[in-house]
């Protein structure tokens, strides 16, 4: 244990984290596309060579819009969770979430549009 930190609880909550991100990976379609979007994105970044400032800002924004979507997902299955039966308030909440995310992926996505023109 060095400065108080217990490395096998680190490393116990590393891997759970991983476990988190895998497990959505595998079972939410649209965080699935959202992250072949982003490698796609990274991928170009590099191609181009974009500013470092460039980079940072669109590394920014993915890891925005895949938190979001992280958030969306969770917050859904707790709903079910909690409500397994139709809910009008529990759809508005849905719809609501789902709508942060889409006004968060129109964002990046028009950043993303006015830093790779020039390019094409």
């Not at 759970?16 to 796609?40: D, Q």
């Not at 940072?56 to 997902?73: G, P, R």
């Not at 709903?79 to 992926?105: E, H, W, Y």
């Amino acid at each position: 244990m060095i400065l108080g930190i217990n490395f096998k609880k680190l490393i116990r909550s590393f891997r759970f984290a991983f476990l988190g991100v895998a497990m959505i990976l595998r079972e939410e379609h649209v965080f699935k596309v959202m992250f072949l979007i982003a490698i796609l994105v990274i991928i170009a970044m590099f191609y181009f060579q974009l500013p470092l400032t460039q980079k940072v800002l669109l590394f920014t924004i993915i890891i925005l819009v895949l938190v979001l979507e992280l958030i969306n997902s969770v917050v859904e299955k707790v709903l079910d969770f909690v409500c397994s039966d139709f809910n009008g308030q529990i759809k508005i909440i849905k719809n609501m979430m789902a709508g942060i995310v889409l006004l968060a992926s129109i964002g990046a996505a028009i950043v993303g549009v006015m830093i790779f023109s020039p390019y094409f």
